[in-house]
């Protein structure tokens, strides 16, 4: 008698890769994270250690990378790279849960896919209309489009914009948001 093999798991999608460039990261345990960037100048790979979750090594991984003079390959990549510069510089967590909840569930919708050559005023000043038009605060809305300019204006610093698509950026009420 022949005994019968299980069969095999069905295969699933295969694990999709960062962009090259884009540097790896994996847990060592119990919430810490060694992340790993190879610089744009070619001196070589290098690592930093961080605790957190998975989205909070993911964040810090893009921020690394942008640090390090690789681009941002998308928006949400840049957002999420300014965000947790903005967390290991200091920002307060109730500042950041709030930035971080606007990024998510008002403005990644728009614009996370999207890359930054592509993105302009126009896009960015539809997306806070959209807000606008679904009963959002003004003080909500220009929290959103200070999370937007000051991500932009990080990108500038770092060389990854040609032009920063925020400066200028009019609020649905009419007025101009302010440089950050």
Not at 94 to 100: F, I, K, N, S
């Amino acid at each position: 008698r022949r005994r019968r093999r299980p069969p095999l798991p069905a295969a699933g999608p295969p694990p999709q890769r960062r962009p090259r460039g884009g540097g790896t990261l994996r847990e060592l345990g119990d919430g810490l994270w060694e992340l790993a960037v190879t610089a744009a100048n070619g001196s070589g790979r290098r690592y930093r250690r961080i605790r957190g979750n998975r989205e909070d090594a993911t964040a810090a991984l893009a921020a690394f990378a942008v640090e390090l003079g690789r681009p941002a390959a998308t928006v949400d990549a840049l957002v999420g790279g300014y965000l947790a510069h903005l967390q290991s510089a200091g920002r307060s967590p109730a500042t950041l849960r709030r930035y971080r909840q606007l990024w998510r569930q008002w403005l990644a919708a728009d614009l996370g896919a999207l890359e930054l050559a592509s993105l302009t005023r126009t896009r960015l000043e539809r997306t806070l209309r959209h807000m606008a038009a679904a009963g959002q605060s003004s003080s909500s809305i220009h929290q959103a489009a200070v999370v937007l300019s000051g991500s932009f204006a990080w990108a500038d610093e770092h060389e990854q914009l040609r032009r920063n698509p925020a400066l200028g950026l009019r609020l649905p009420d009419g007025t101009r948001l302010a440089p950050p």
